[in-house]
DNA sequence: TAGATTGTTAATCGATTAACAATC
DNA sequence: TAGATTGTTAATCGATTAACAATC
């Protein structure tokens, strides 16, 4: 196993193997080499030892991989069983939509609460999760140390509430507003979701073929 | 201007340079050197001309780069200004998100129509948008022809969905479901927003730290 | 003119691929 | 055992950065 920084590259592939292998495993396929599952990916049998080398030795010579066995490692590289508590902030149309539709268990998340501004929308459930009123924030995040934000509000407001729930201890920001967040306190990581960027990427590609 | 392949790289920076610049120009900048727009976008001059000179040249020596002049050309080259048409397939709660919120304009799209299989919904308009059933979906494409189409549909549903709209002739797919799609039909592209990827890479590097 | 800054060529760095000894 | 396939080292390829002549 070599110990070297761990390149972007890498990181972006892994939840990548790790969706394949799930999907393998749903499957009830047992084992798989690496050769097999970069034709399924689309990428280098090379790449996939290359990139399982960072992280340790989970094949075995002459048979390949475990199917169920490298997922979950690869699970447990991703943090997927460390139990993250996330709230959402922001409960308009899209907080709603993640409320409603996307299964955070899967990846290992438990949806503490959201918060909103709305009158009408704090103090009623969506699927289970409470909307809170924003005058709670302060106090629920002291008390109950949430590790990842979901930013789901105005454009202008992010940075500075994000500036906010740094000061308060948070982590991670799942950021869907499209700005792109910057802080200078270590240990702060942002996952900016870029909309108008993937379908202008979209564009592009349509535009001259 | 060289003139060779450009690097998927170079094609994923451009809406960052986009965003940026449109900043700029909104703030009432008028003129900017690779250097300040580098240092703006945490990334090298070198890189800034570099990437340019795929497409031509825009700046001037001595000068830098007129800001309207450039964002306009990256616009032109993103495709903005071809009155890109596309329709969405699935008015549940993320489709109702993105009629409401996503100014698809400001990335020079028209949005034509929605499609839903729910009775309640059909009918209907969201933001000025017709929800048609998804039994119209053949003739409508036939006699309007638009070129993407965003699926925000069931999981299952999606490659066959998609299988159907390319035989129909759709360019483009703005995919949110979480599966990759894929045709070996030339000239037809996939955007897949893979939330649970994001979402497992921050859940990685919180992890870590 | 002198200073600034481009576009491009060359140098460097890092990521991907190939090759192969080790071994199940 | 023979065949298959790993983990890793070496080779290649491509992307980023540096340098600089051209010139506004």
């Given at each position: 196993?070599?110990?070297?920084?761990?390149?972007?590259?890498?990181?972006?592939?892994?939840?990548?193997?790790?969706?394949?292998?799930?999907?393998?495993?749903?499957?009830?396929?047992?084992?798989?080499?690496?050769?097999?599952?970069?034709?399924?990916?689309?990428?280098?049998?090379?790449?996939?030892?290359?990139?399982?080398?960072?992280?340790?030795?989970?094949?075995?010579?002459?048979?390949?991989?475990?199917?169920?066995?490298?997922?979950?490692?690869?699970?447990?590289?991703?943090?997927?069983?460390?139990?993250?508590?996330l709230?959402?902030?922001?409960?308009?149309?899209?907080?709603h939509?993640?409320?409603?539709?996307?299964?955070?268990?899967?990846?290992?998340?438990?949806v503490?609460?959201?918060?909103?501004?709305?009158?009408?929308?704090?103090?009623?459930?969506?699927?289970g999760?409470?909307?809170?009123?924003?005058?709670?924030?302060?106090?629920?995040?002291?008390a109950?140390?949430?590790?990842?934000?979901?930013?789901?509000?105005?454009?202008h407001?992010?940075?500075?509430?994000?500036?906010?729930?740094?000061?308060?201890?948070?982590?991670?920001?799942?950021n869907?507003?499209?700005?792109?967040?910057?802080?200078?306190?270590?240990?702060?990581?942002?996952?900016?979701?870029?909309?108008?960027?993937?379908?202008?990427?979209?564009?592009?590609?349509?535009?001259?073929?």
């Amino acid at each position: 196993m070599k110990k070297q920084k761990v390149s972007d590259a890498v990181i972006h592939r892994l939840p990548r193997y790790y969706r394949h292998l799930s999907d393998l495993y749903n499957k009830g396929v047992v084992r798989i080499s690496s050769n097999s599952l970069g034709s399924k990916m689309d990428i280098t049998a090379s790449q996939i030892r290359q990139d399982l080398s960072c992280f340790g030795e989970f094949g075995q010579q002459g048979y390949g991989y475990n199917v169920a066995e490298l997922r979950s490692e690869i699970g447990h590289i991703l943090g997927i069983d460390k139990g993250h508590r996330l709230i959402i902030i922001g409960a308009g149309h899209l907080g709603h939509a993640l409320l409603q539709n996307f299964d955070f268990g899967h990846s290992g998340f438990q949806v503490d609460t959201a918060f909103d501004i709305s009158p009408d929308l704090i103090g009623t459930e969506i699927h289970g999760v409470t909307i809170r009123s924003m005058d709670e924030l302060e106090d629920y995040v002291a008390a109950y140390h949430p590790d990842v934000a979901v930013l789901t509000v105005p454009q202008h407001e992010a940075q500075p509430l994000a500036d906010r729930l740094i000061d308060m201890g948070i982590r991670g920001f799942w950021n869907f507003t499209n700005v792109e967040l910057s802080t200078n306190v270590e240990g702060v990581f942002f996952e900016d979701i870029h909309f108008v960027d993937t379908l202008l990427t979209l564009s592009y590609r349509i535009s001259r073929s």
